[in-house]
């Protein structure tokens, strides 16, 4: 009897503790706390208070519970999801403006945003417009662009096709059939691969949530396979999936045209389909511009008695004899100052935080190199904004983004131009993004009138630039200002190929180089996609090894790498981190809440419809 009284005791405790974490432990999200967004705050001065927040002793808060490195949105959310749950936390910039890649910045009048061009899955009741809700407490805004959101343009030789993407939930379907009458059924099977991967890309995340041993268990045994074809396909490299559906090379790059600086046959079928999934419902961007997102998130933070501190670059993460970290030391100066947290969360990256911010006898230990052999650098990023003295209507300019390349053959195309020596590239660019977002942002003429902004982004290596990396930004010489101009000149001069009236009214140019990235925004080797998205990295068990938690006890990892490159998938390494820290089921809460949202919905659309009748 005995063994059956220690049995319902445990079922018990099993029960009672299951009951308290569904339902009694507090949640950090609620309906309540999301207000109706308030008037944009215009006046620099006020938004620099929030955003310019210089860091020194006196300004970090008593009893601190984290410390996060940047300010990127992975870094934001989790900071904001803990500072909801009750927690002191302190983010910390080595930049003079907190963002990251959702930061800008305005020169001779006009404004940039960094990394971020638009993104989706921000209608009504999305899973990632309630977060954004919940982490900016319902202050963000957001534009809603035409449905005619992306041009591909393939220029073979002489030849130029052009191929439109629509979002709508049926017409994104519809729009590629007409395009490609002869593989109605290749989008058909394409639309029918995006479809699972959406609805089943959180078992990804959950294995990262749940005990590893487990998460090993069920993919070792074939069992998560069984119930999900989400692991097959997210091992399935795009090449092959793309070869399998059709012959015909346009609608492969149609499949694959979001480059990340991994060509299709080495990445993710899953990616790939998922990136065009997300717009399906509609391309967003912030209204008022990026900066919005850091700016009411740091009002969430500091709502809570967190803050969020700039020009605090970390030096080290302290370790303490028992491998557990404790604090960080920041640069202030000559000084190094230690800032203590029994919690140590960093958003800048894996190799910066494994390979430079750990203590050295720390970095050599093996479980360290295990989880960096699982990943590699990713392919630096190089920008190019440009201001024009010109209105959108003046210049011919739209909101839909163009994506140019030169072949239809993206794997051939990134093996040659990657393949090149640093003399070869600059002037055999094969892609490119081009992307208005003055055309994008309802407020630019309001609060920037007259004046209209491009950014071009293309991928590089960063060995190229690699020779410079030592030289002080903007005294690099000119060598290094001559051999990013040919590469800057050549973009500009492809954009005018297709926005002719752009050329007489450039006013402004800057180029972003990967040592411009890696300085501002402390990007490894200047990828602002972060690790590089190869298909290795997500294979079953690769990604439930890729965990927030780390060999290093109290240290966790967020952002992109923890998940997928870009501004959601930055967010959802934030929530998975802070799911991971607070023990918590973070997700549960933001379906419950969405589900909520969505009854509230129809039952207001319920009393109309009877209001009407009567």
């Given amino acids: 009897m005995m063994w059956l009284l220690v049995f319902l005791v445990c079922v018990l405790i099993w029960a009672g503790g299951t009951y308290w974490y569904l339902f009694i432990k507090p949640s950090p999200f609620s309906v309540e706390s999301v207000r109706p967004p308030g008037p944009m705050e215009l006046d620099q001065r006020k938004r620099d208070k929030v955003l310019k927040q210089g860091f020194t002793k006196e300004k970090i808060p008593n009893d601190l519970d984290a410390i996060i490195i940047g300010s990127g949105i992975g870094g934001m959310t989790a900071a904001a999801t803990m500072a909801k749950s009750g927690k002191k936390v302190l983010v910390l910039e080595q930049h003079d403006v907190a963002g990251g890649c959702c930061h800008t ?57 052009e191929y439109t993407i629509l979002s709508g939930k049926t017409e994104m379907e519809r729009n590629l059939k007409k395009q490609f009458p002869d593989d109605v059924k290749a989008i058909e099977e394409f639309f029918k691969i995006m479809k699972i991967t959406a609805r089943q890309v959180a078992l990804l995340g959950i294995v990262k949530l749940i005990p590893q041993w487990l998460a090993l268990f069920l993919i070792k045994s074939g069992i998560a396979d069984f119930c999900s074809s989400i692991f097959r396909l997210s091992e399935s490299s ?23 600086g991994v060509p299709p046959k080495d990445s993710s079928c899953m990616i790939n389909a998922l990136m065009l999934h997300h717009f399906k419902r509609g391309a967003y961007y912030p209204k008022g511009g990026a900066s919005e997102i850091p700016f009411h998130i740091t009002k969430v933070i500091e709502k809570y008695g967190g803050r969020v501190l700039v020009r605090a670059p970390v030096s080290r993460i302290l370790v303490d004899k028992k491998g557990a970290a404790y604090g960080v030391t920041v640069r202030k100066g000559d000084e190094h100052v230690e800032v203590r947290a029994p919690v140590i969360i960093s958003n800048c990256g894996i190799f910066n935080t494994f390979q430079k911010l750990l203590p050295p006898e720390i970095q050599v230990k093996p479980e360290i190199q295990s989880r960096l052999d699982m990943l590699r650098p990713g392919k630096a990023s190089f920008l190019l904004f440009s201001g024009f003295d010109a209105t959108e209507e003046e210049l011919d300019i739209v909101s839909t983004s163009i994506w140019l390349f030169k072949s239809n053959d993206m794997d051939g195309m990134m093996d040659e131009f990657f393949g090149m020596s640093k003399d070869e590239a600059p002037e055999n660019i094969p892609m490119m993004l081009l992307t208005f977002p003055s055309a994008k ?105 890729n965990r927030c938690d780390t060999p290093v006890k109290n240290l966790y990892l967020s952002g992109q790498d923890m998940f997928s490159c870009g501004i959601a998938g930055a967010l959802h390494g934030g929530l998975l981190c802070a799911a991971t820290i607070l023990s918590y089921r973070v997700y549960i809460d933001l379906m419950l809440l969405k589900k909520q949202l969505k009854w509230k919905k129809a039952k207001e659309t319920a009393r109309l419809e009877k209001l009407k009748k009567q």
């Fill in 441 to 545: 942002d309802s407020t630019s003429q309001i609060r920037h009138p007259g004046k209209s902004t491009m950014t071009i982004l293309t991928m590089v290596n960063y060995e190229w630039f690699e020779e410079w990396k030592d030289s002080r930004v903007r005294k690099r010489g000119d060598d290094y200002f001559n051999y990013k101009m040919r590469f800057a000149n050549h973009l500009f001069d492809w954009a005018c190929k297709h926005f002719p009236k752009l050329r007489d009214k450039l006013v402004y140019q800057e180029a972003a180089t990967p040592l411009t990235n890696t300085h501002y925004l402390g990007c490894n080797q200047g990828a602002i996609y972060s690790a590089d998205h190869n298909l290795a990295r997500y294979y079953s068990e690769a990604n439930a090894r």
């Fill in 105 to 161: 910045f305005t020169e001779k009048g006009f404004e940039f945003d960094v990394g971020l061009h638009y993104f989706g899955q921000l209608h009504e009741n999305a899973m990632l417009k309630v977060a954004f809700d919940q982490i900016t407490e319902g202050q963000m805004e957001f534009v809603e662009l035409k449905q005619h959101f992306d041009s591909i343009v393939i220029e073979d030789g002489e030849e130029q096709r």
């Fill in 238 to 260: 795009a090449t092959d999936v793309n070869n399998r559906l059709t012959s015909n090379k346009d609608l492969h790059m149609v499949f694959s045209y979001y480059f990340y």
